[in-house]
């Protein structure tokens, strides 16, 4: 992060808690940087951070209620966040400080309130009351609506959201969906249907049969309850929400068989909750990923459902009894209360895509230590991570995206390149691809940068009608030692890397365009091109800016390439006149104001009254074409212009100080009298002078200068096209910071100076006339 968004970020915290006055954000922003370290929270320190917050709490149940909950639904960097809160508690007065901040606002709004609800409501009259019967059929109305709600429209809400959001993504290819009928079959399912009885046999009361019959019948009712059907004497109970499946069993039931019977009950439970997550996430619109891990689970209650066919099968015979079905659903029992817990973790924290990958890794992690439960969440993990590696070989390998339901960690944005050579803050390399964080396994977090970087490198290289492929492609399979994953995406990044930092070295020749145009035409390396620009430009630029006439400069300026020593670059048909609107000091706000509260604004402000002269808004522009122009941007060719701008109003103030020296030559005719009246007037151009031919050199030999030599040496040694970028803006950063160019307080007075300095200029020139 560069300093710039540093004290931006820092500016807008202080601003949000309302601190005023004090020492400001620098004392924050050193602080800041000198202490920026990666910090990776482990378990021992979470918890021990958690049970400190949770002693320090006013509620800790609360507390810990909301942890649990969030850690449910794999929230990120919920440990990292409970350790800083951690840490807060621990700071007395930061703590007392936000204290304060929030009683006052808790009372501002109060006050808010009060005065909204007194302006604005009034209490209704109590003549107007209600019967019991209408309060009692009003009741009934919500309830049944409430019921019907929460039973279907949640989940066909969900699913036509999603819809829309895939259709608007993929506008030209709508993704595929399934007949309505599919949801309004209930049967289907394959779950309990809640208020159908499909037996039409007669029951009887199961508490008048001895307990042989008694356990018979029971075993017969729990394998059907087992596979979704309700028996004669275990039913289930409407769902509510999202919540565990329960069930009510006879009264007069055995208490024994009773007993042992809620013990197996989970396992209804449990294959309920799966067997309603895998007809969910089979749907379209929940994304590949999920899919693949409903696939995954479908085929494991297929070996659960020939388990019950084999017990149906002894029970016919007679040889199952209540606690031989408890023994043989022991193995399933484990895998089911997993796959229900996994099941109910990607609902509660509506996983889709990366997320759930996420969810199903930590899950994998967490069972270290117990093989058989690991091994399970292993294949499940597997089989749900290979849609998502699919499109993670295409970014990284091809630099292509396709991700229709919005399920990869690299998104893509509909940018035109273009855009990049007219809006300074089009952040093209930026905003084109971005990361979504949520998006991100938490097994690929350490390399997301990469992956970002390494489809962005391929894509340039695409968009420029050259074929990529990379040379080391192979499957990327998911397991548990992250080693073989990241050495492929290593090579792979390194690949891309390495291919686009050559297209535009060698091919698109990037240093030549720096090192012969940029350098020679902005930062005033080519003195002699200068020299005759100035010569020829110098009465035009004196009028106002309404009255040039722009073709003239720029026939003026191609006179003056072909005069000089600049007319063997072979990119000076790339440099344009450009007139700004503004002066050098409301530019330098309007660029400092952006992404800030301020920038409104500034951009809406008007004009500077004063009208600008040609050299007051003369500035140089340059035509940088695709992939060139990732890295001389728009922001970057603005930089350039501050600077150019800077130097060459000097240039010109210098001029003409020189000019008044030419003429004052003129005074030595004078007799000595009148030459004394003089004499104070030519000490003061010379230290005018002086001062401006110092001021130049300190920018041009002691900042530019040697800034450029160490990009230059930072470029040969530069590994990728975000190196180049990196070291680019931190050339362009370093000279405007020492040039005066980042503090307004500086460039007004400095401003200044050089207003005075041409109003003597124009003095002595009027004086020595007459």
Partial sequence: MSEFRIHHDVNELLSLLRVHGGEGAEVYIELLQKNRTPYVTTNVSAHSAKVKIAEFSRTPEDFLKKYDELKSKNTRHLDSLVYLLSKLTEDKETLHYLQQNAKERAELAANAATSSSSTNFSMPSSTSKMSLQELEELRKQLGSVTASSSAQQPLELTRKILRDKQNKKNSGQPIPVFPSWVYERPALIGDFLIGTSLSTDTTVPIGTLPLASQESMIVEDLLYVLIGVDGRYITAQALVGRQNRAFSLDPNLDLSIKELVTRILPVAASYSAVTRFIEEKSSFEYGQVNHALAAAMRTLIKEYMILITQLEHLQRQGLLSLQKLWFYIQPTM?????????????????????????????????????????????????????????????????????????????????????????????????????????????????????????????????????????????????????????????????????????????????????????????????????????????????????????????????????????????????????????????????????????????????????????????????????????????????????????????????????????????????????????????????????????????????????????????????????????????????????????????????????????????????????
């Fill in 334 to 770: 484990r895998t089911l209360e997993i796959l229900a817990s996994l099941a109910t973790s990607v609902d509660k924290g509506e996983c889709m895509g990366g997320s759930t990958l996420s969810l199903l890794h930590d899950k994998t992690f967490n069972y270290t230590g117990d093989s058989q439960a690991q091994e399970l969440c292993l294949y499940l993990t597997k089989a749900a991570s290979v849609p998502y590696f699919e499109i993670l070989e295409k970014w990284i390998y091809r630099g292509i995206i396709n991700d229709p339901y919005s399920e990869f960690m690299v998104e893509e944005h509909e940018l035109q390149k273009e855009k990049i050579q007219e809006d300074y803050n089009d952040k093209y390399w930026d905003q084109r691809y971005t990361v979504v964080q949520q998006q991100i396994p938490s097994f690929l977090q350490k390399m997301a940068d990469k992956i970002l970087s390494t489809g962005k490198y391929l894509n340039v290289v695409r968009e420029c009608g050259r074929d990529v492929t990379c040379p080391v492609a192979k499957e990327v399979i998911y397991t548990l030692k992250e080693r073989a994953y990241v050495e492929q995406i290593e090579k792979a990044y390194n690949y891309a890397s390495k291919v686009l930092l050559d297209f535009l070295m060698e091919e698109k020749e990037l240093v030549a365009h720096l090192s012969r145009s940029i350098k020679h035409y902005f930062l005033m390396d080519q003195g002699d091109f200068f020299v005759h620009f100035m010569d020829l430009t110098e009465e035009e630029l004196k009028k106002p800016v309404d009255d040039i006439i722009t073709t003239r400069l720029e026939a003026l300026l191609e006179l003056a390439l072909r005069m000089s020593t600049a007319n063997t670059d072979p990119f000076k048909d790339d440099l344009k006149i450009d007139l700004m609107p503004h002066d050098l000091i409301t530019q330098l706000l309007r660029v400092l104001a952006i992404e800030t509260k301020q920038e409104k604004a500034i951009i809406s402000a008007e004009p500077t009254e004063l009208t600008l002269s040609g050299l007051e808004a003369f500035s140089f522009d340059y035509i940088v074409k695709w992939p060139l122009s990732l890295i001389i941007n728009r922001k970057a060719l603005t930089r350039y212009q501050m600077l150019f701008r800077h130097m060459f109003y000097c240039k010109h103030v210098e001029r003409q100080l020189c000019n008044v020296w030419i003429s004052n030559k003129t005074a030595k005719q004078f007799s000595l009298h009148s030459a004394k009246w003089f004499a104070g007037a030519f000490t003061l151009r010379q230290r005018m002078l002086n001062f401006v031919q110092n001021i130049q050199y300190y920018m041009m030999f002691e900042v530019m200068e040697p800034t450029w030599h160490i990009l230059e040496k930072n470029l040969k040694l530069a590994s990728n096209i975000d190196d180049v970028l990196s070291h680019h803006t931190s050339f362009l950063d370093n000279c405007l910071k020492d040039c005066m160019l980042t503090n307004p307080e500086l460039l007004k007075i400095f401003s200044k100076l050089m207003s005075v300095c041409v109003m003597f200029t124009n003095c002595m020139q009027v004086c020595t006339a007459s």
